[in-house]
């Protein structure tokens, strides 16, 4: 192959992979997308405040620990907001909820998933969050009970009772609950993989010193055989 085609080959190929495919559930439902970024300190930032005051009552996200919160750049919260955060819980331990399995059975019939790599989990990953969360609705067959109707959850019975108000909230409302919905989803695609950025910029550093590196070799060889006929 000649190099020209391959640098072709090569540049589609990269184009392939970034390209992203409309995202559905399990279930194949069109999923509503959610305007996140996973580098974004301010949207993870406002998610974590979400996941503690919102998620937490049920759920634990225990391979993130308390240090990570200040570790990971893309938090960096002070020892000291972190300290709030983690009242009696050691700096090294996961973010766990108060809420017991079994009370958890004994409310709301399953026990609530950890969140940490749910993300990833899940087809569609901080669309499908997003689209649960804001995907409560009023059954148009009446059969399963508000609260535990959702559009986006496969089988539409989901267990969880609308932890961010959705169902009939006011109109006025619909913004801010997009918002921290988009947030929260935000903040759980990140720690799902939380070295992500990190692996991304030294992906890019990599890919760059090859391609001048293929450039270097190419004008090389160029040079080392103009003299012989070929
Ligand atoms: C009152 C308890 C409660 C709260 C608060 C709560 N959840 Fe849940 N959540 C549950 C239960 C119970 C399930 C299991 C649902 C099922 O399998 O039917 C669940 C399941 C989920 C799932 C998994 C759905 C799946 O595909 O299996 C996600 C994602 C989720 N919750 C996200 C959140 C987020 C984000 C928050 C905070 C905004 C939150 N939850 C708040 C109880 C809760």
């Known amino acids: 192959m000649k190099l020209k085609q391959l640098l072709v080959a090569v540049g589609a190929l990269s184009v392939l992979s ?5 995202s559905a559930n399990e279930g194949g439902i069109e999923l509503k997308h959610a305007e996140i970024s996973v580098t974004d300190q301010a949207q993870i930032r406002r998610g974590l405040t979400v996941f503690t005051d919102v998620c937490m009552g049920c759920h634990s996200a225990t391979y993130v620990t308390y240090k ?4 990971y750049p893309e938090i960096g919260l002070t020892r000291e907001a972190v300290d709030e955060l ?20 004994g409310s709301y019939g399953k026990v609530p998933p950890d969140l ?38 496969p089988g539409h019975r989901i267990a969880m009772p609308d932890p961010m108000g959705w169902l009939d909230h006011d109109k006025e409302d619909t913004a801010q609950i997009e918002k ?47 003299d012989v006929k070929h």
């Not at 970034?18 to 409309?22: E, K, R, T, W």
């Not at 990570?68 to 570790?71: H, N, P, R, T």
């Not at 759980?188 to 090859?210: E, K, M, S, T, Y």
């Open 18 to 22: 970034f390209a992203q495919s409309a």
């Open 68 to 71: 990570g919160l200040i570790d």
């Open 86 to 105: 983690r009242g009696d819980y050691a700096l090294t331990e996961g973010m766990r909820t108060d809420l017991s399995a079994e009370d958890a059975k």
């Open 116 to 153: 940490s790599v749910i993300a990833y989990a899940r087809k569609g990953g901080a669309d499908y969050i997003y689209s649960v969360l804001t995907g409560f609705e009023h059954d148009p067959k009446g059969i399963i009970p508000d609260g535990n109707f959702n559009e986006y959850f």
């Open 180 to 226: 921290d919905s988009q947030d929260v989803a935000a903040f759980l695609a990140f720690i799902a993989d939380p070295h992500q950025n990190q692996r991304r910029a030294i992906g890019c550093w990599v890919l760059g010193f090859l391609l001048l590196l293929t450039l270097v070799l190419w004008r090389l060889k160029v040079e080392v055989w103009k």
